[in-house]
């Protein structure tokens, strides 16, 4: 039973283990970043390991100073009560969907298999007494080590797995470069920025279609390999255009990536706080994105968001390449709608399917690029006219009691601004949020979700907020904001959530809502909204 239960709760932490490695992209600076500043040392090192390391401690001082036999005995009974206890709420977990696993890659595999290999052969050397030291009368000690120090077992593998990619990614590089260099005749646009890179990505994809045949990269692909990679596996003779997104947690990645892809045109949407922990100043996150503009042949073209001023400041003074200033005051009679905007640009009226003022600059970046390949103003407003921005980009969802916008594919705070501001094109709905707070703000996370909240407070009748480690920064400006402490929620179960949520519908049986999912962490409310 010992074994049973240490195999099952081994194999679901480990699971959990794997997924946050694979989503901070198992790079040690984010994982920190995790650990030290978004709680996530909780997640990685729950009750039961402290339960454990306990009951570990205790043993072996009252083995050592009182040497009672009858201890040995006890030790595997509190170890296996520690077991069974995880076991059960994993189960539980399993059974209600709630359990966290990575996606199935072969890098994930191998990392959560090599270490749970390592804890099986330590564990069958115990009870073999051929390998270790180790009398098997400590197998339930030595399977409380192992769980006090799974996740260093774990880093280790993904240690030793990182040095293995750090050599495959070289070749690939190297492969998709000679590639690249082969198309000489292949134009490249590469988009950077710290918001709005994939719908300036997929606008100007959609928009150069009706001309050119064209390659993306595909949903949040943005990082060198996965440049490298879409080139390998997808660049063909027929393309004419690839169009790149270009992300970066440090500097030097943007400079690599336009290595590999050689891009002519460079599109900057906007710079703000988002990774500032990661990069460590606004001007380390401006240098590190500027590298595409850097990147650009003399015969090229920069295309810049002027109305941000975090980016508009920061631009130097002397460039090697032209520069294209992107501004709303280049449009005319720009008017927004609940799902759609119109506006004129050069004398044609524009009319495209996008939600949200933002998308108008976000499209404008996009028409200056298409513009500058060649199609005429004309041209690119019939192709504005069948747009579709990004899957789960303030996405409009009906539902029975009024719409959902779905914001959930990425949150920074000029995306949540955005949103927000787009809820009061619904003035007849009560506005709801479901927010979790955003990661990686470093020294700015305070300030910055102070004043989220007071934006939040302002502009919506309920709050819900899903992210324990930053509901105590939200609710003080929620509060200063207009909302009262009894129109907040602080919870992170998806079904008390829910029920909240149809409890605030039951007492305003008349009334209709708008309902904003920001950021990741509450898709099953979401999902169920939409099922009702």
Known sequence: LLLISWTVRTLFSLLEGTYYLQLKEYRWDRIREFLTEQGGFKQFFSGYHFAALILLASGSLLRIFTNEQQIESLIPLAIGTVFLAQTLQNIHHAF???????????????????????????????????????????????????????????SFSMIAFNAVSKVLKRRIFLKALEKRLKRKDLK????????????????????????????????????????????????????????CEMGAYQKGEIRTSCQIARPSIGIFTGLNDQHLALFGSMD????????????????????????????????????????????????????????????????????????????????????????????????ISNACATLRAPEKTLELIPFKRGCIIDDSYNVNSDGLRA?????????????????PGILELGERSETVHQELGRIIG??????????????????????????????????????EMKKALDSLFAEMQAKKFVILFESRGAEEVLRQLVKD
């Open 96 to 154: 209600h969907q709630r359990i966290l696993r990575p996606r199935a890659t072969l890098k994930a595999l191998l990392i959560l298999g090599s270490t749970f290999g390592i804890q099986l052969i330590i564990v069958l050397a115990v009870l073999q007494e051929r390998w270790l030291l180790i009398p098997p009368e400590y197998l339930a000690f030595t399977l409380g080590l192992l769980m006090v120090f799974e996740y260093d077992l774990l």
């Open 188 to 243: 490249v646009i590469g988009i950077t920025g710290s918001f709005g890179k994939s719908s300036v990505k997929e606008f100007l994809a959609q928009i150069l279609s009706q001309r050119f045949s064209v390659l993306k990269t595909e949903k949040n692909t943005n990082t060198e390999i996965g440049i490298a990679k879409t080139i390998l596996a997808h660049l063909e003779d027929h393309h004419e255009v690839m169009v």
């Open 458 to 495: 302002g502009t919506c009748e309920y709050a819900f907020f899903h992210g324990s480690h930053f509901s105590s920064l939200l609710v003080p400006g929620a509060l200063q904001g207009g909302l009262t402490r009894d129109k907040i929620f602080e919870q992170s179960d998806p079904r």
């Open 284 to 379: 380390d996150t401006f240098q590190a994105k500027w590298e595409l503009i850097q990147s650009l042949p003399s015969s090229g073209k920069a295309i810049v968001n002027i109305d941000c001023g975090e980016l508009r400041n920061r631009i130097p003074s002397t460039l090697s390449v032209p520069v294209g200033s992107c501004s709303l005051q280049g449009l005319e009679q720009l008017h927004v709608e609940k799902d759609h905007l119109t506006f004129v640009y050069k004398g044609v009226s524009f009319r495209a399917p996008l939600v949200g003022r933002f998308q108008a600059l976000n499209l404008l970046m996009s028409i200056m690029a298409a513009e500058f390949l060649g199609m005429t103003v004309p041209e």
């Open 419 to 435: 949103a927000l501001d787009h809820m009061k094109t619904f003035p007849d709905h009560v506005p709801i949020i479901f927010f």
